[in-house]
């Protein structure tokens, strides 16, 4: 079984920034590409970015990119998502998830529970 356990999560002033942390266990870390979503209340989950195993190709979102990155320590067997010049539209639960990649969760079997991220303005 494999499990996901985020944190990081908290609230921030608009602009500031904050590091979330997803640690993997449970099967060899390299086997997935890792994802990080998010849900903001009455929204769909939404898709952030992505990394590959290898932690050598990223893909993001527009409304993320150029303020957000994606991560991987393969040796600590965690992925991280660091968020820079946050703004009050990034206030949602920020879940990592694992699997083979892609923009869609349902390309994702395993999922953590999610931390809250809350951007004041």
């Known amino acids: 079984q494999v499990q996901l356990v985020e944190s990081g999560g908290g609230l921030v002033q608009a602009g500031g920034s904050l590091r979330l942390s997803c640690a993997v266990s449970?099967?060899?870390?390299?086997?997935?590409?890792m994802g990080w979503f998010r849900q903001a209340p009455g929204k769909e989950r939404e898709f952030v970015g992505v990394?590959?195993?290898?932690?050598?190709?990223?893909y993001y979102a527009d409304s993320v990119k150029g303020r957000f990155t994606i991560s991987r320590d393969n040796a600590k067997n965690t992925v991280y998502l660091q968020m820079n010049s946050l703004k009050p539209e990034d206030t949602a639960v920020y879940y990592c998830a694992a699997g083979g990649g892609g923009q869609e969760a349902h390309g994702y079997p395993y999922w953590g529970q999610g931390t809250q991220v809350t951007v004041s303005s």
């Open positions: 990394i590959n195993w290898s932690g050598e190709n990223t």
């Open positions: 449970g099967r060899p870390f390299t086997s997935y590409n």
